[in-house]
Nanobody
Framework: QVQLVESGGGLVQSGGSLRLPCAAS???????MGWYRQASGKQREFVAT???????NYADSVKGRFTISRGNTKDTMCLQMKRLEPGGAAIYFC???????????????WGQGTQVTVSS
């Protein structure tokens, strides 16, 4: 089993910054870590991912403002959000696409979510 633990989140003024760390634990051979978000009344959407090698991918809506990176500790990462807009208010979920030691199958895991509120 794999667990993803998020921290960060909270209230920030429009134009402000926020940092969202996430740590994965469990039986992990490799993991692509990422963030998704779900605003009230909307579907969950992709925000960004980062591979174990540091390759990143971003949603067009956050390019140039958000930066995702792997931490120095194994299976950790952080999303640095800058110039937050009211449209960025949502519950942010940490995601892990995990390959375990026993097979090559990829399993999807989710954190419990952390609320980001942006005041205008």
């Amino acid at each position: 089993q794999v667990q993803l633990v998020e921290s960060g989140g909270g209230l920030v003024q429009s134009g402000g910054s926020l940092r969202l760390p996430c740590a994965a634990s469990g039986s992990i051979f490799s993991i692509i870590m990422g963030w998704y978000r779900q605003a009230s009344g909307k579907q969950r959407e992709f925000v960004a991912t980062v591979t174990s090698g540091g390759r990143t991918n971003y949603a067009d809506s956050v390019k140039g403002r958000f930066t995702i990176s792997r931490g120095n500790t194994k299976d950790t990462m952080c999303l640095q959000m800058k110039r937050l807009e009211p449209g960025g208010a949502a519950i942010y979920f940490c995601n892990g696409q995990v390959v375990g030691y026993s097979s090559d199958e990829v399993y999807d895991y989710w954190g419990q979510g952390t609320q980001v509120t942006v005041s205008s």
